[in-house]
């Protein structure tokens, strides 16, 4: 664990710094705003797409870059510029979206260009909100993406089925693609480098500033990777064990505010 003053702090959004009902708490708030007060880059990670992270980052009004879809996009929101962008090849896309013939149970959802694609906008309805904002229905999702490469693409599954479908994607995919779960009920798939780790990992060095100086806070399995690299990784009470076991410590749940006890703790130097 380091002790080092924190230069850096990167929060994961949903399950973290947004709760299950899409807000982020008064504390939690205050707690990122006097980190940045203090001189403290503030940065989010997020599978989610840039427009659909965008209210939340301005919202909280970081100032450091921020990071999306899995950490395969870094987006500097002051500038409105693209720093960093790695794609999913077209031809594994349209693989993956012929996985539903087999597993139609299994729901895709295809993020191009700030723009996400689904085929059955009834069962998607209840859950915009979590996939990003207006998704755009297309009965062929390869036909629509016109040959060009995407960002990722997700699975909405059962949460029974998650870790089936991690296994089954995975060796699908056979090393040319990430696969990681993100929530409950989301399996995704992303280009090789396109974690949060690694994302992580290219800020701190854009930003000048080293790894032990550098906080992460998470609570799926895709923020693993930025919660091993951080100099100070914390995991959520409402994250996995795996995940817990990989961090420096562990806060409470999201429903307790513990991205706020944790920057209280470690970042404000305000123990509970």
């Given amino acids: 664990m380091s002790a080092m003053p924190i230069r850096l702090l990167e929060v994961d959004l949903d399950g973290t710094t947004v709760d299950h009902e899409g807000h982020i708490s008064?504390?939690?708030?205050?707690?990122?705003?006097?980190?940045m007060a203090r001189g403290v880059?503030?940065?989010?990670?997020?599978?989610?797409?840039?427009?659909?992270?965008?209210?939340?980052?301005?919202?909280?009004?970081?100032?450091?870059?921020?990071?999306?879809?899995?950490?395969?996009?870094?987006?500097?929101?002051?500038?409105?510029?693209?720093?960093?962008?790695?794609?999913?090849?077209?031809?594994?896309?349209?693989?993956?979206?012929?996985?539903m013939r087999a597993h139609p149970e299994w729901k895709p959802v295809v993020y191009q260009d700030n723009r996400i694609y689904i085929n059955d906008a009834s069962f998607f309805a209840g859950i915009q909100t979590l996939i990003g904002f207006q998704p755009i229905v297309a009965d062929d999702l390869c036909a629509v993406l016109q040959a060009r490469d995407t960002d990722k693409v997700l699975f909405t599954v059962p949460p029974?089925?998650?870790?089936?479908?991690?296994?089954?994607?995975?060796?699908?995919?056979?090393g040319r693609a990430l696969v990681v779960q993100s929530h409950a009920r989301f399996v995704e798939v992303t280009p090789l480098?396109?974690?949060?780790?690694?994302?992580?990992a290219w800020l701190a060095d854009y930003l000048d500033v080293p790894r032990e100086q550098v906080m992460a806070i998470g609570d799926q399995g895709n923020d693993a990777t930025m919660i091993a690299w951080a100099g100070l990784g914390v995991a959520m009470g409402n994250a996995p064990e795996f995940v817990k076991a990989l961090a420096d410590w562990v806060a409470p749940s999201v429903d307790e505010d513990g991205a706020a006890v944790a920057i209280e703790r470690f970042v404000l130097d305000h123990p509970s």
């Fill in 26 to 35: 008064a504390r939690v708030l205050n707690a990122l705003r006097a980190a």
């Fill in 160 to 174: 029974e089925d998650a870790p089936r479908a991690l296994e089954t994607l995975r060796a699908h995919v056979n």
């Fill in 41 to 99: 880059w503030v940065s989010v990670a997020t599978g989610r797409n840039v427009p659909s992270a965008r209210p939340f980052a301005e919202h909280i009004g970081i100032n450091a870059p921020m990071l999306c879809l899995q950490g395969g996009l870094v987006y500097d929101l002051r500038e409105e510029r693209v720093l960093r962008h790695i794609t999913l090849p077209h031809a594994l896309s349209c693989e993956l979206v012929d996985v």
């Fill in 193 to 200: 480098g396109a974690d949060k780790g690694t994302a992580l």
